[in-house]
């Protein structure tokens, strides 16, 4: 299972990378488009047989509004759509100007969720990669410092790093964002999310690089290099790190699903983007009430996404997954 | 031996005794030096008076060294959102928040070790592939999604309340109590246990599989002793150790999720307080919370250390 496991992972990676970074030209209509007669509709799914059984290219049912309170809306079958490649600019859209398609249905403004998620991965994922790289760099150059010093430098970092490894992640991420002004631009929240997320997520990583570190110079290369005279900057770069990369990959994928998922919680809370910055957490609070959740249930979508997207990481890193638990505790 | 683990315990105690201080002290100076606005459209003169009123004008180390000496006598100082004593305040909320991480951490104990024993000591076959798949699938439901998908369950079905806090009638009987409280606490807790029962299930399946190969194992084994018996008898403790270890973990994690939680099942409970106090830039609040909850953590990772010590007496030697 691991292998395939890993493959699968990976392979679903990619695409989500792909659909991410391609949003405008795979999403049919802008996130931010607004389709007043349309607000809550169900989802649009393509068909490929109509009523009289025949078989046709991909096409939709137009939807009806059959009451504007209630938000019902029901399938014109008297009409087929057929969804167009490479039309109107995007990847797949329907072949009507009149008709919106909304592939995961719409939000309380008539916005098409399915772009939205879509943008929202590009959101998500830039965060998340990131607060990871920063969280990489910081662990890497606190562990390396710690474990080729060792005595009391290494008492010291390594006690402040398992400090912050008991605490709960999303709490020192809501406590430090929350000591910045509420209301920040856009920018700034993506950066102070950021920064904010490093800080959280350093300390796993510093462990084990120390711990690598402090292995690895006992062997004989390291003593060779040291024994020809080179610098301790330049072991510790050329050599001692470079056996950490292995280490740093697998920490890379367990840390990137951590942050997702306090981005969401940020946004959710009110504390990461706000409307009408298309983000998971910020699409997933309108989900938050019960009511309007079980009439539209398609709310969930960016839900899906989340699971989706860490899913393939975990299936990623799923050989390495027990080995690195079993390396921290090792450790403590 | 006696005395190493006296020393073991103290050690354990002074690292947890410096946690409540420092996060305490640490989210206070913090709260200090964030912008004196709130996310609750309090008017600028009102929110400016009540902060004076209640000292946040004053330098940084003034505040500080008061609130310290005013909470070592247990005054927790006044509520700037409630307007309430601090105390008063937290102890109503901190019962919801143990209960819920309490009977979610005990639900993935339930779930995750006989589930990892399960799949551990099985070469192969298509339940243990099944068991593994879902709990690969099930790390990935963090608490967010699963309490807005069990939430979604609840509203269409009605089949459990959709979130709330139990409302127990004055005239109801222990018996009755308990099964309302059950009812209402199933899926908050069932939201936050099922990632952490996966995690705990990966990690005893892996440790009973190395449990397996011990010498001793194999030694049971070339007597006779019946399988199902050696695996729940004698390797299921000795690959209780990491799994015990990562309990310290898990309660942060627990904590976590709770945050999550709390705020979508609308589960009034301390993550939602300090939520609350952190938009208000609530000081004491923040400080007690934070306090408080670090207090838990540190409880719940002294027994871990503890029951690591009762698995596995060598622990202790290590410090």
Redesign the interface.
């Known amino acids: 299972m691991s292998v395939r496991g890993t493959q699968v992972g990976g392979t679903l990676l990619v695409a989500i990378a792909i659909a991410a970074a391609t949003a405008p030209l795979v999403a049919p209509h802008d996130p931010g488009q607004q389709f007043v007669d349309y607000v809550y509709a169900p989802p649009m799914r393509p068909h490929l047989v109509d009523d009289d059984g025949q078989w046709h290219w991909p096409f939709i049912y137009p939807l009806r509004l059959v009451s504007r309170l209630d938000h019902a809306f029901e399938e014109d079958r008297s009409r087929r759509i057929p969804l167009v490649w490479f039309s109107a600019g995007t990847l797949v859209n329907a072949h009507d100007p009149q008709t919106p398609w909304l592939l995961c249905g719409a939000d309380a403004l008539g916005r098409d969720i399915f772009a939205r998620v879509l943008r929202g991965a590009r959101l998500s994922l830039a965060i998340s990669v990131m607060a990871a790289a920063g969280a990489l760099l910081l662990g890497a150059l606190v562990g390396a410092t710690a474990g080729f010093h060792g005595g009391r430098a290494d008492d010291f970092l390594m006690s402040i790093a398992d400090f912050v490894l008991v605490l709960p992640v999303i709490y020192v991420v809501v406590v430090l964002r929350a000591s910045m002004p509420l209301v920040l631009s856009t920018t700034k929240v993506f950066w102070s999310m950021t920064a904010v997320m490093s800080l959280a997520g350093w300390p796993y990583v510093a462990r084990g690089v120390r711990s690598v570190v402090v292995a690895e110079r006992r062997r004989e290369y390291a003593e060779a290099a040291q024994a020809i005279g080179a610098g301790g900057l330049r072991i510790l770069l050329r050599h001692l790190l470079p056996a950490a990369g292995g280490f740093l990959t697998v920490q890379a994928t367990l840390l990137v699903p951590v942050f997702i998922l306090a981005e969401a919680t940020l946004s959710f809370a009110g504390l990461g983007f706000a409307e009408p910055t298309p983000s998971w957490g910020v699409m997933l609070h309108e989900a938050s009430r019960a009511p309007i959740l079980a009439e539209a249930p398609w709310l969930l979508t960016p839900a899906f996404a989340i699971i989706l997207t860490v899913l393939a990481l975990n299936l990623a890193a799923s050989p390495a997954y027990g080995a690195t638990i079993e390396t921290v505790i090792a450790d403590k | 031996m006696y005395s190493g683990f006296v020393r073991f315990v103290v050690r354990r105690t002074a690292f947890a005794a410096a ?1 409540v201080l ?2 305490s002290s640490a ?1 206070l100076v ?2 200090h ?3 004196p ?3 609750f459209g309090t008017e600028r003169a009102v929110l400016a008076r009540e902060r004076h009123r209640l000292g946040y004008d004053q330098p940084l180390l003034q505040q500080y060294t008061h609130w310290l000496t005013r909470s070592l006598q247990l005054d927790f100082g006044e509520s700037l959102r409630f307007r309430r004593p601090v105390a008063a305040l937290v102890r109503e909320r901190v019962g919801n928040t143990a209960l819920l991480g309490i009977s979610g951490l005990l639900l993935a104990t339930l779930i995750g070790i006989p589930l990892g024993v399960f799949t551990g000591s099985r070469r192969g076959g298509v339940l243990v ?1 099944a068991a ?2 879902v709990s ?2 099930l ?4 608490p ?2 699963t309490s ?2 069990l ?2 369950v ?3 079905t009605g089949w459990l309340p ?2 709330g806090l139990p409302l127990i009638p004055p005239d109801a009987g222990a018996l009755e109590s308990a099964a309302i409280i059950a009812r209402y606490l199933f899926l908050p807790s069932l939201a936050l246990a099922l990632p952490v029962a996966a ?1 705990i299930e ?2 005893q399946s ?1 440790s009973l599989r190395e449990a397996l190969a011990d010498p001793c194992i194999i030694a049971a084994l070339g007597r006779g002793v019946p399988y199902r018996r050696v695996i729940w008898r004698h390797a299921l403790r000795l690959s209780l150790k ?1 799994v015990i ?2 309990y ?2 898990t309660i ?2 627990v ?3 709770s ?2 939680v709390e ?2 099942m609308s589960w009034q409970g301390l993550g939602d307080l ?2 609350q106090a ?2 208000a830039r609530d000081l004491y609040l ?1 400080a007690g919370c ?1 306090a408080t ?2 207090a838990g ?1 540190a409880a719940g ?1 002294l027994l871990s250390d503890l029951a690591l010590v009762a698995v596995d007496p060598r622990v202790e030697e290590l410090g």
């Open positions: 946690l420092v996060v989210s913090l709260a030096y964030a912008p606005e709130d996310a592939s593994r798949l690969i699938v790390l990935s439901f963090p967010l999604v807005l998908v939430l979604l609840a509203a269409r959709a979130g995690s990966r990690l892996q990491p270890a990562i310290g973990i942060g994690a904590l976590s999720g945050f999550v705020i979508v300090m939520f952190l938009q923040i934070a909850g670090s953590l990772i």
